[in-house]
């Protein structure tokens, strides 16, 4: 059964603590991408990566950290420089830029930071 | 860029009704257009999805969507609705020349009363 798997739903962390968020899909697609949710908010993406190997910032990358040393994994670092890391992290994937532009979302990761 | 509004933050129907949730796009060109469904603490279901070809496309759980160019406009719409489609409803739009990334509105939370 294909899909994304996002590990654990729930985490909680102490203030100045790093923590890495678990993202791996066997859909087998190239480009991978994490969002951040905050209530009433819209998505708002962190980083994204295309190919193995390569990624990218997006909108609000600071304090935050990705690698992507396999096509099916895509791990996020929360570190301890992010200001309000407290949220709903969403992981998705897609074809890729030869492929379609739908994406795929994992169950999401809520992390809480005290 | 790219830009998607949802004017709605917040829609209330009661059961049986029809309900229509509005989103807008901004692009020069022919977008790709997309309709996701958020359950609380879930992650997105892709709902349905209009690359081009018939302006009326169906998707699952028995809902549509009508792409006018001439409105810029990319509405969801279910003849029925049922207590189950109580949810967050997210618009999201791709663009050629933004690689395969997508753009998020901000949502709709739709509430169902008995």
């Known amino acids: 059964d294909g899909g994304i798997t996002q590990s654990p739903k729930y985490l909680f962390r102490k203030e100045g603590q790093n923590v890495t968020l678990s993202c791996e899909q066997n859909?087998?697609?190239?480009?991978m991408y994490w969002y951040r949710q905050d209530p009433g908010q819209g998505l708002r993406l962190i980083y994204y990566s295309q190919i193995v190997n390569d990624f990218q910032k997006g909108d609000i990358a600071e304090g935050y950290s990705v690698s992507r040393e396999k096509k099916e994994s895509f791990p996020l670092t929360v570190t301890s420089a992010q200001k309000n890391p407290t949220a709903f992290y969403l992981c998705?994937?897609?074809?890729?830029?030869?492929?379609?532009?739908?994406?795929?979302f994992g169950p999401g990761t809520r992390l809480t930071v005290t | 860029a790219q830009s998607v509004t949802q004017p709605d933050i917040h829609i209330t129907v009661s059961e049986g009704a029809s309900l229509e949730l509005r989103c807008n796009y901004s692009?020069?060109?022919?977008?790709?257009l997309f309709w996701y469904v958020q359950s609380p603490g879930q992650g997105l279901q892709l709902l349905l999805k209009y690359f081009s070809g018939d302006t009326l496309v169906q998707g699952i759980k028995g809902f549509e969507a009508e792409f006018k160019r001439s409105q810029s406009s990319f509405n969801l719409r279910k003849p029925s609705v049922h207590w189950s489609d109580a949810a967050e409803y997210f618009c999201?739009?791709?663009?050629?020349?933004?690689?395969?990334?997508?753009?998020f509105g901000g949502g709709t939370r739709l509430m169902v009363k008995p």
């Open positions: 999201a739009v791709g663009a050629n020349n933004a690689g395969n990334m997508l753009t």
């Open positions: 998705a994937s897609s074809q890729g830029l030869a492929g379609s532009y739908e994406q795929y």
């Open positions: 692009y020069g060109a022919t977008p790709y």
């Open positions: 859909l087998n697609h190239d480009a």
